[in-house]
């Protein structure tokens, strides 16, 4: 997966850490195909937390600041996801095999469910001069 000038959000420090997840997501994919142990799972899913919290805290900021009407419902979608991520993180700690590819199809829908449409309805919404 590689990034697209049509994934920009048009704010430029949104558009960067969607680079560094995508990147982070494209890792995890690629590697899952040659196989991945609990360890190296953990890791990326730790590197995708830490970096999610501190995006979602900031883009959170920025729909509040333009008055986006759906950021409370955007902003629970980010709990899910970082709830999602603990669980994942919760089942490698108890060595669950299994984590590996549901992982992967997670990480796939998060990129193009959330990134790529509820990421977007912001966007629009900013454009459109409503904010």
Not at 35 to 50: E, N, P, S, Y
Not at 82 to 89: A, E, P
Not at 91 to 117: M, P, R, Y
């Amino acid at each position: 997966m590689n990034w697209k000038n049509e994934y920009s959000v048009g704010v430029a420090k949104f558009d960067d850490d969607h680079v560094i997840i995508l990147n982070l997501i494209d890792t995890y994919l690629t590697q899952s195909d040659s196989g991945l142990d609990l360890k190296t799972v953990r890791f990326i899913i730790d590197q995708l937390g830490d970096y999610s919290q501190s995006h979602f805290k900031a883009e959170e900021e920025y729909m509040t600041e333009i008055g986006f009407p759906r950021m409370e419902d955007h902003r629970r979608r980010h709990h899910e996801m970082l709830d999602q991520l603990t669980y994942i993180r919760d089942q490698c700690e108890k060595g669950e095999v299994s984590v590996v590819e549901v992982t992967a199809k997670f990480l796939h829908d998060w990129w193009n469910n959330h990134i790529l449409i509820e990421d977007m309805a912001y966007k629009r919404f900013a454009d459109s001069g409503q904010a």
